[in-house]
């Protein structure tokens, strides 16, 4: 925890109590299925004209997607146009795991992308066109429709393979923090593209960095855009971190209230955080806060090196207690995520 973050986080909680019980009472209602239907009434401010036709045009253009005979490669393909949401919504996330693992295979990840088209992408890409010596292919799932990384190598080879050369160091043989850590490149791109979705609409800006490891997107943020409010999270205290909460029993709102109240402090701002009719998600929305939720979640079950000890041979289902433990982490995580593209599609 940083040297600044005395509050400890009973004293946080306490001052939240009846709040952060509510927030966890929504969303066990949403783990059962209370979630608003797509395209109901929003309480968003309505999506000008201009921003609509900039969404539309951007509907119709072209996107990456993978080809149907599941190898690495990608075809040019047309995106739907389809019905995308309120344009001055604040509430983005962006997952990352191994695009050969299998998080992406869960079944709450791909109703997540189903459900919400046009508004959930899938965007892969690998670190070796990032300046990595090692190719580590990469997926994001976010809702950042202009974030288009390069494809992943070696269907669209990068500067190396072009140049005849092998992948150097492999990702396997490097140190833990190096193999983690996300090429600054890709950082860029990223919050590039959010910037470019909630740039003209936010005030301010929050990114949760929710499992932030050894701190290259919290590092990278900090420097490049010093206006960003960055609140990291990890178990493990190997950075400048503001929690270290166990993401298997915390909930991604429990990190939102605390960033919230770790950023905006007065006494004003925090009595209306705790008591935002809305949530905590309501106090964001009218302070025009926007929120970038980053999750580089674990691979250690769902990466191809893991696959052979916690899945069932060439599926996803679990069969240590560890995945179970897993696959339950991150349905909580995409149940929150559900609740908050929901809140104002
Ligand atoms: C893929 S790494 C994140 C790497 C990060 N993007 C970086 O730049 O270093 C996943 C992280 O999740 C953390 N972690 C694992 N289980 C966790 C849990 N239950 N709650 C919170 N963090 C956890 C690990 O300590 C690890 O740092
Ligand atoms: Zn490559």
Request: glycine share 4%; with cysteine.
């Amino acid at each position: 925890m940083s040297d600044d973050e005395t509050d400890p986080l009973q004293q946080i909680l306490a001052k939240h109590e009846t709040f952060h019980a509510r927030l966890l009472r929504e969303e066990a209602s949403t783990l059962e299925g209370k979630k608003r239907k797509h395209g109901s009434s929003s309480k968003c401010t309505p999506i000008s004209m201009h921003r609509k036709v900039e969404q539309e045009r951007d509907n119709e253009e072209v996107e990456q997607v993978e080809e149907k005979n599941g190898n690495d490669g990608f075809r040019q393909k047309k995106r739907r146009s389809l019905p995308s949401r309120d344009e001055t919504h604040l509430f983005d996330f962006s997952i990352e795991n191994p695009f050969d693992g299998k998080l992406k295979d869960l079944a709450c990840v791909r109703s997540l992308i189903a459900d919400f088209p046009n508004v959930v992408f899938e965007t892969p890409t690998s670190y070796c066109h990032y300046g990595y010596p090692y190719q580590k292919r990469t997926v994001f799932i976010t809702t950042l429709p202009t974030f288009r990384p390069t494809p992943p190598c070696p269907k669209r080879p990068c500067a190396a393979r072009q140049n005849g050369f092998k992948h150097g160091q492999q990702a396997a043989r490097s140190s833990s923090a190096q193999k983690n850590s996300i090429p600054n490149g890709l950082v860029d791109e990223l919050v590039d593209a959010w910037m470019r979705r909630v740039g003209k609409t936010a005030l301010q800006f929050l990114i949760v960095d929710v499992f932030s490891g050894w701190g290259s997107v919290s590092s990278r943020i900090q420097t490049r855009h010093p206006r960003v409010h960055v609140f990291s999270n990890d178990i493990v205290d190997r950075s400048n971190i503001n929690m270290t909460l166990d993401m298997r029993t915390f909930s991604l709102g429990s990190l939102l209230i605390l960033a919230a109240s770790r950023f905006w402090t007065d006494e004003d701002d925090l009595r209306r955080q705790s008591e935002h009719p809305d949530g905590i998600l309501g106090w964001l929305r009218d302070e025009k806060i926007a929120v970038l939720l980053h999750i580089s979640t674990p691979c250690e079950t769902y990466s191809t090196n893991a696959l052979a000890r916690h899945r069932k041979r060439g599926t996803v289902e679990p069969k240590t207690q560890e995945a179970v433990t897993a696959d339950a982490m991150n349905e909580r995580i995409v149940a929150y995520l559900r609740r908050g593209l929901n809140f104002c599609v």
